[in-house]
């Protein structure tokens, strides 16, 4: 599978200088390994050297799980897990809360992946419309009766042109991205004067990344470009255009499952009932263990700094 390299410097701050952080691999797919640089500049990790833009598409593969659609179940069973995972403070509850407090009625997806929040938005009354690059799942979402553009934010900023939104989501999309500062220049257009920006990313400075290195399922190599922490973020969206609300910490019990699996197979091979054995446990104890040791993922919400200048 091994595609076209190239060496970079810091998609952040143009820096050349840089540190080899770690080394891992694409336990996923490919086996292949893959370097962390740490930027001397302004201390952001990034994969370096990184797979070209326009292959990356190889190392995402039709079962890649934000690909997959997951039915949302109405049986007794289904509300009861669903009701369990509002209660244990899952990502897609903290996102809701959100978008509730800042009353928003029409939200941008970007990388909407499987259609499963458009699909919850719906389901909500919140007007949604999606962007997404793979052509399989922009197909199944306008099946729904969906919208849905097919591409990145950028061969999509026409089609939007039309469109405001109260808030742009990226959830676990915003560590993919090649040009992160480009991508907040258009969402920056598309939200409204008093919209908001959430921005979901796995968090390179957690407990779980320190323990488990090269083998923490966050670092997702070679598909995640930059390897976000919340100091990061936050000084990347204050330095462009946005200003932070809030910062919250989501439980993503699969991470640290994952991160187990890659330890111990080397590969992602975990068998099914021990997967499911550690999600659980570890979802519950997680959620214990929360204010101890933090998670995995954080989420932060932005507003835009026009809106506040305008107030
Ligand atoms: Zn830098």
Known sequence: MKK???????????????????????????LESFVIAKCLHCGALYTNPRVIENEIGAYYQNDYKP?????????????????????????????????SAHKVETVLDVGAGSGQLLEVFANRGISGVGVELNHQCVQSI?????????????????????????????????????????????????????????????????????LFKGYWRGYELPRHILHYNKSMIEDLLNKNGFMIIETNNVSLPSSLVESVGFLMFKSNKMP????????????????????????????????????????
């Not at 076209?4 to 490919?30: A, H, M, Q, V």
């Not at 214990?288 to 305008?310: F, Q, R």
């Open 67 to 99: 690909f997959l659609a997951k039915t949302v179940k109405s049986t007794a069973l289904g509300k009861l897990r669903s009701a369990i995972g509002s209660m244990l403070g899952g990502s897609q509850n903290i996102l809701l809360k959100v978008l």
């Open 142 to 210: 306008r099946k729904r009766g969906l919208e849905c553009y097919e591409g990145d934010l950028e061969n999509s900023m026409q089609e939007l042109s039309g469109h405001c939104f109260d808030a742009v989501v990226m959830i676990h999309v915003f560590e993919h991205l090649y040009s992160p500062i480009e991508v907040l220049r258009f969402a920056e257009q598309l939200l409204s004067p008093n919209g908001i920006l959430y921005i979901e990313v796995p968090d390179a400075a957690s407990l779980e990344a320190q």
């Open 272 to 311: 099914e009932w021990m997967y499911y054995c550690l999600f659980y446990f570890w979802k519950v104890f997680q959620f214990l263990l929360k204010p101890l040791i933090g998670t995995s993922s954080i989420a932060i919400t932005a507003s835009k700094l026009k809106a506040l200048d305008e107030r």
């Open 4 to 30: 076209k390299l190239e060496s970079t410097d810091c998609p952040l701050c143009n820096s050349g200088r840089r540190t080899n952080f770690l080394t891992g691999k694409d336990y996923l797919y490919s």
